[in-house]
């Protein structure tokens, strides 16, 4: 999951969340029992062909958020490119942007109380054996919510170094991000504590 949001609203927003993560599920396990690119790259197709149904706006959403996957392409068409397995390379590579282009899809195109609900569905099973479940619903939500929020953050940071100095950051970005996301999980931990926990929050719903 790369995005989880999308700047317009589409016809899967109203298919239900159960549905959606479970033909992801049932894809995604199909993606791996294929071995032919031509297959793969039909299936490629497919799913382009998918977000730009959806709209020139959401299509243009889609790509770029799968375009952050270009360094592991790269890498991986590399690797087995030298060792003389460049067809290989080729199948994991658009299994890869496959499944996480149907993932992003999904993700897309349900909103973060319908993936809420959903999960508190999925993990009902582990409430009978006295788990609290409403801390991994809370964390999964957060996570959801702030991956794309800290992307962006980060790329605010790059382009002030940018600004300032002739070099790629490279390495150096990592302190201040990883600095920046403490700082948010603070103001989130503050923001949970205010409103009276995650079992007072649960209870309110």
């Avoid at 030298?82 to 390379?89: E, I, Q, R």
């Avoid at 479940?133 to 962006?152: D, G, K, N, S």
Wanted: aromatic content about 10%.
């Amino acid at each position: 999951m790369i995005s989880l949001t999308s700047p317009v609203k589409t016809r899967l927003h109203y298919w239900p969340a159960g549905l959606k993560f479970t033909a992801l599920c049932a894809a995604t396990v199909g993606l791996f029992q294929i071995a032919d690119i031509v297959v793969h790259l039909a299936i490629l197709a497919a799913i382009c062909l998918c977000y730009g149904a959806l709209g020139l706006t959401f299509f243009r959403a889609g790509v770029r958020n799968i375009r952050l996957l270009w360094p592991f392409v790269v890498i991986v068409l590399l690797w087995h490119y030298f060792s003389d397995d460049f067809l290989h390379g080729a199948v994991i590579v658009t299994r890869m942007l496959n499944a996480l282009a149907l993932a992003n899809l999904v993700t897309m195109t349900t909103r973060l109380d319908a993936l809420m609900d959903f999960l508190r569905w999925c993990l009902a099973p582990l409430r009978y054996f006295g788990l609290r479940t409403q801390p991994v619903e809370i964390a999964i939500a957060l996570v959801v919510r702030f991956t794309p929020v800290l992307y962006q953050k980060s790329c605010y940071i790059r382009d002030a170094w940018l600004v300032r100095s002739p070099r790629k950051p490279r390495w150096r970005l990592i302190i201040p991000i990883a600095t920046l996301a403490l700082d948010d999980a603070d103001h989130v931990a503050d923001a949970l504590k205010a409103r009276g926990g995650i079992v007072k929050i649960e209870d309110k719903k």
